[in-house]
């Protein structure tokens, strides 16, 4: 089954203390992305991935880091997480064929205390 | 800047209603526009608009785009209790490949 998997699906953190946010794709796309949702706010987007090895800067993403070792995998890593980054978080991949449409992976709800 | 609006925020109607869902953008070279239907989980694509006038149907949705206006709008006819979710409207811009989201509709369809 084609999926964009996501762990883990709820966190509840301490402000600074690192962590990862997995996500995976199996229909070999090569445009991976972030997002969060913020009540009010829509969907921002984080980072974006248009290969491995290739990332850059969406709307928001002061606090947060990205890598892109391996097609599938696109990490999203909070070094040092406050409590202004408690949300809810989206990966989405698309093909490299223009990334029209996205799917998104079931999302990450994050609590920062 | 950049950025996509969406009215109106919030719609309450009953089954067999006809709702029109707006969305107005400000993008700088702008490609497509895309319509998402969310429930209580990730977003599930619906259309995507890359010219003018040219309406996407499916079922009882129905999207079309004014490029001279800068809008899009989402039809939906016949509404059934299962439409109820948050539409979101998002834009690609030309020259880059970020996405940019509306904060979304959110539809309550009642029995």
């Known amino acids: 089954e084609a999926q964009v998997t996501q762990n883990p699906r709820y966190l509840i953190t301490v402000t600074g203390k690192k962590l990862t946010v997995t996500c995976s794709q199996n229909m070999n796309h090569e445009y991976m992305s972030w997002y969060r949702q913020d009540p009010g706010l829509g969907l921002r987007q984080i980072y974006y991935s248009m290969n491995v090895e290739v990332t850059d800067k969406g709307d928001v993403p002061e606090g947060y880091k990205v890598s892109r070792k391996e097609k599938r995998n696109f990490p999203l890593i909070l070094e040092s997480p406050s409590p202004n980054q408690t949300s809810l978080y989206f990966c989405?991949?698309?093909?490299?064929?223009?990334?029209?449409?996205?799917?998104f992976g079931p999302g990450t709800r994050l609590t920062v205390t | 800047e950049d950025k996509v609006v969406q009215s109106p925020l919030s719609l309450v109607v009953h089954e067999g209603d006809t709702v029109t869902l707006n969305c107005s953008y400000e993008v700088t070279n702008f490609r497509s526009l895309l319509w998402y239907k969310q429930e209580k989980k990730a977003p599930t694509f619906l259309f995507m608009l890359?010219?003018?006038?040219i309406e996407k149907k499916s079922g009882r949705l129905s999207s079309i785009l004014d490029k001279k206006e800068l809008f899009s709008i989402l039809n939906i006819t016949a509404t059934q209790t299962g439409d109820s979710a948050i539409y979101l409207c998002?834009?690609?811009?030309?020259?880059?490949?970020?996405?940019?989201f509306g904060s979304g509709t959110k539809l309550n369809v009642k029995p």
């Open positions: 989405a991949s698309s093909s490299g064929q223009g990334p029209y449409e996205q799917y």
């Open positions: 890359t010219s003018s006038g």
């Open positions: 998002a834009v690609r811009p030309d020259n880059f490949n970020k996405f940019y």
